[in-house]
């Protein structure tokens, strides 16, 4: 059980959370998501950069150490990265040219198993960008560096996977083409496909691609993203079963939450006894559900972590999943109430 507290780094002001096998953190746009996204994928890379650590926050564009910045990433009760505080700093900005190694901590002693990969939020310009892309590198257009470097993953897993069915449709690399075939006839480029297909093939791919080069950790933004209900109930089953070790999604979509306490419940329900485990398997596969046991469950708010997973239960809490739900229902509650009121005003 791995444990991360930062304080005072961008957006992110107070946060103290356990990182476990399968993640899940929600919240509102400019909550401060991305930005731990990203930091969570530099610190389980942690023994890659142990003298380049400050590079890999620009790379990253997160790049907001600052004079009482602190972060502390820690296994049980031993430290591997710490970055706080100490000299070699000019009013609020840490020195980055000559930073002194004494602000960064990082354990060499510590086994090096970690190899963590970044899923962006906008693997949705991808496949515009596919036919374009080395035109816009030679060009030194300013594309995101963290954007090309999953440019460069999803090349390689196109080059691995030629098809896969994703959706109800199935994806194909034929003739240097990404192809979407919405029956045995007819498809589309990837570049004319709907945006939900866009964003959704990016990420199957390179995450089927990523378990097959075994790789630890897995950082996804907005698994949701532009797809229907019934696709990210779809889209979320897949996720876990190609999950190679640790998974960390960040969601603004309650029924993400949904989802996940289904697949946590069919877990719990399975423990009970042989009957239902083998009835519960033909519902939710063995492959999709998730032990409670393993999960952690945050809402990031104003760059402030809560933790959302019941105690007693292991799974995400309702008043948590239901509260978009309250804010509809009030709402319309008030919409009501004045239209009794006013209804025969003339």
Known sequence: ????????????????????????FIGDNGSGKSVLARLITIITNYDSYSNNLLDEFIKFDIDFIEANTFIQFTDKDTTIITIKDKKNYFGDKILRSFYNPDNIDINTLLPKTFISQYIPAERNLISLLNRSIFSLVTANIPLPRNLMTFAGEYEKAKNS?????ILNMKYLSKNGQDRVYYNEFNYLPLENSSSGIQ???PLYLTLKYFKEQHY????????????????????????????YDNLYLMTHSPYVLSIFNILLFAYKASSTNDTLKEKISTIIPKQQQINPKEFSAYIIENGISKNIKGKTTGMIQENAIDEIGDMIDDEFSELM???????NDN
């Open 161 to 165: 996977i030629k098809t896969l069915d």
């Open 1 to 24: 059980m791995y444990n991360l507290v930062v304080k005072n780094f961008g957006v992110l002001k107070d946060i103290d959370i356990e990182l476990n096998k399968t993640n899940l």
């Open 337 to 343: 109430e004045i239209y009794s009121k006013f209804k």
């Open 216 to 243: 630890h950790n897995v950082v996804i933004e907005e698994p949701e993203q532009n797809l229907y209900p019934k696709s990210q109930i779809d889209t979320i089953k897949y996720i876990i079963e190609n999950s």
């Open 199 to 201: 964003t959704a093939i």
